[in-house]
């Protein structure tokens, strides 16, 4: 009797341009955190990366309302409004390409790898979104740490590098290029209560 084999791994094909615009989020969520300065933001897909942005704002909002993430600080709080409504910060999804154009704009050169965050918008890459890292444990922690570096940048971090090797990388430390020693962590506050950082980036 043959022995089945396993059958061969899915190949993710990434976009690499969409046509620029993007689809919103037309629904809200409900808040997550309790305390500290309430973000409202909106979700925005861009036409072209195959992604529902209601899935996406789903994802975004799962990762914000963690009680690792920056709501663990007790100085910000967030709810996701649908497009249209008042907010402050949008959270974008865009093929590597678009996220290059955009990211250029404000100042910040992503050579279709890696994500921004400029003024009050966060760019992710959708080649990111779906491939994640190799040094990374899983596409979706690697959501979760994109996720919360870009916002955190958009709550006023900069970046910091490893503290020391073996311990919890910082959510602001360049994760997407390498782990300088650390172990691979998306949380803020991994225990729900300690900021994990390091040293500033050198500028």
């Known amino acids: ?106 100042g910040v050169r992503t050579r279709g790898e890696v994500s921004c965050r400029g003024g009050r918008d966060v760019i992710i890459n959708l080649k990111r979104w779906l491939l994640g890292v190799a040094w990374y444990p899983s596409v979706a922690e690697y959501r979760d740490m994109v996720v919360n570096h870009e916002v955190g940048h958009f709550l006023g971090n900069g970046h910091a590098v490893c503290p020391r090797p073996g311990a919890p990388a910082p959510v602001m430390a360049r994760q997407s290029f390498g782990l300088e020693g650390c172990v691979a962590n998306a949380w803020p506050y991994p225990d729900g209560k300690t900021f994990v950082t390091g040293p500033p980036a050198p500028r």
């Open 1 to 106: 009797m043959a022995s089945s084999s396993p059958p061969p791994p899915t190949t993710v094909v990434v976009p690499v341009r969409g046509n620029g615009a993007f689809d919103y989020a037309t629904t809200g969520g409900e808040r997550v955190g309790t305390a500290g300065h309430l973000v409202h933001y909106v979700v925005a897909t861009e036409q072209g990366t195959g992604i529902d942005p209601a899935l996406f704002a789903e994802a975004v909002q799962r990762t914000l309302g963690d009680p690792r993430s920056w709501i663990a600080g007790g100085r910000f709080s967030f709810q996701r409004v649908p497009w249209g409504a008042a907010s402050e910060l949008t959270v974008h999804l865009a093929t590597p390409s678009t996220t290059d154009t955009m990211c250029t704009r404000r």
